[in-house]
């Protein structure tokens, strides 16, 4: 049985309830960067028409380079999810369908770090940045993305995992709705915000009192992949990359959907997400993952599927009701076989393709 995905002791896949937003600094875009509109082609136009989600997406896993960069010409329409660019770890910069009284979510972290055989009190935070106050990271060398764009800052989580089956990554929820039932609004604290949990996450620049909000399932059933950007600094020395998987929990594999856990707090079978499995290596690299599952648990070239050894089988892909998406490092080894894994993802330029 797989371990249950952990931040800071709360579940992986809750909503991030992050607070104190603060301007971050944003390079200047050069010819052919991402408009403020956040919908673009790789030609700078918005596509008239939507493509058949089953057209293969095949621009995954092209390395990045600053030197000699020229846009693209495509006839796919760029939704942009985040550039990282705006705040410090959101609201994130998608919109669309997200109206009053809903609002965009946010960035968060997550791990299980803990270094009990070394010394260390267990529970002791490990991992950079720490548990429940996420930040953006500025890169040590801005790069560029879609085309042609300056990126100075990207999400990163840096932890070391220490049991079989720990974890260590970045995600976000796609829309929040104020949670009546929360009790009293508290006074904003990015660092208290834990996932699954209302807390006291405020408004995007909110310095003071705070809005008690949950996470809701959202529709992305009109694009039909995702792009981004991705690297590590702690390859395996074997293979020369880090295996981060990518995900997108929906109510059937997150247990706020009461389908997996049977409506019961039994979450052993939950957070088995559909999810494609990628290599980050040394060098930013884009990657293209389909949102498509396929017919009989079968996924199409660059599609996403649930890992057939353990979790909820009976889970369906529901584009209609997806939570979010999440990047993770995990480690597979037992604590015994050696020393804490040391895992550092780094992701940037999320966007959708539709």
Not at 159 to 186: H, I, K, R, S
Not at 294 to 306: F, N
């Amino acid at each position: 049985m797989r371990r249950q995905l952990l931040c800071s002791g709360y579940p992986l896949v809750g909503m991030a309830f992050l607070s104190g937003l603060i301007a971050c600094s944003k390079s200047a875009s050069p010819p052919g960067a991402k408009p403020d509109a956040g919908v673009m082609t790789d030609a700078g136009t918005k596509d008239s028409g939507r493509p058949d989600s089953s057209t293969p997406v095949t621009d995954a896993s092209v390395p990045v380079t600053d030197a000699g960069c020229m846009p693209t010409v495509s006839t796919d329409t760029y939704v942009l999810i985040d550039d990282m660019e705006t705040t410090t770890h959101g609201p994130i910069e998608f919109s669309t369908g997200i109206a009053l009284p809903l609002s965009s979510g946010y960035w968060y972290n997550s791990g299980a770090n803990y270094l009990p055989d070394a010394g260390v009190t267990e529970g002791a935070d490990m991992s950079t940045p720490p548990q429940g106050s996420f930040v953006f990271s500025a890169l040590p060398t801005p790069t560029t993305t879609l085309n042609c764009a300056v990126s100075s800052h990207a999400a990163r989580q840096s932890c070391a995992l220490n049991g079989l089956y720990d974890t260590c990554g970045v995600g976000f929820e796609f829309a929040q709705q104020p949670d009546g039932d929360a009790g009293v609004a508290m006074p904003s604290d990015a660092g208290s915000a834990m996932p699954g949990d209302a807390g006291d996450a405020g408004d995007a620049g909110d310095a003071g009192l705070s809005i008690p909000k949950t996470s809701i399932p959202f529709d992305i059933s009109r694009y039909k992949a995702i792009t981004f950007w991705g690297k590590t600094t702690t390859p395996d020395p074997a293979t020369g990359s880090l295996q981060v998987k990518v995900q997108f929990p929906d109510t059937d594999t997150d247990p706020r959907g009461e389908v997996c856990n049977g409506g019961g707090g039994n979450t052993s079978q939950c957070y088995n997400s559909y999810a494609q499995l990628l290599s980050f290596t040394t060098t930013w690299q884009r990657f293209t993952v389909v949102l498509d599952a396929g017919d009989a648990g079968v996924a199409p070239a660059g599609g996403i599927a649930i890992d057939p050894s353990w979790g909820f089988q009976q889970a369906q892909w529901i584009p209609t009701k997806v939570y979010g998406i999440n990047w993770q490092a995990q480690r597979n080894t037992d604590p015994d076989a050696g020393p804490p894994l040391m895992t550092d993802v780094w992701v940037d330029d999320v966007y959708f393709i539709e």
